[in-house]
């Protein structure tokens, strides 16, 4: 299970955005735009409640975290991706030749 400081890790790379983990709730969104290998994808991501506990019990580093907070705030992040761009088709056309 991730921390939410590494989920948010994630989706600021995603989104090219710095995501600052304590003021994340539920109607928090976020949208990036990301393009490898001559593809472009569109990512809208949605954190959504009641997935998880908001806790610390069964997170083996949680000493590290501290007594105030817990590792995990219950919000799952949701990403919809689409591609919204592709690489240009090329064709090859062989024929045959004679002499």
């Known amino acids: 299970m991730l ?3 590494v989920r948010d890790w994630l ?13 994340v709730t539920n ?7 990301t393009t490898w290998a001559n593809y472009t994808y569109e990512t809208n991501i949605t954190y959504v409640p009641g997935l998880l506990q908001n806790t610390n019990d069964a ?14 705030d219950g919000l799952v992040a949701v990403l919809e ?19």
């Open 3 to 5: 921390t939410d400081a």
């Open 11 to 23: 989706i600021g790379n995603i989104t090219n955005n710095f995501v600052q983990t304590p003021n």
């Open 27 to 33: 109607t928090t969104t976020f949208t990036g735009t």
């Open 59 to 72: 997170i083996n580093h949680n000493i590290t975290v501290g007594a105030t907070t817990n590792s995990v």
């Open 81 to 99: 991706v689409k591609i919204t761009g592709t690489p240009h088709k090329s064709y090859v056309i062989f024929g045959l030749w004679s002499l």
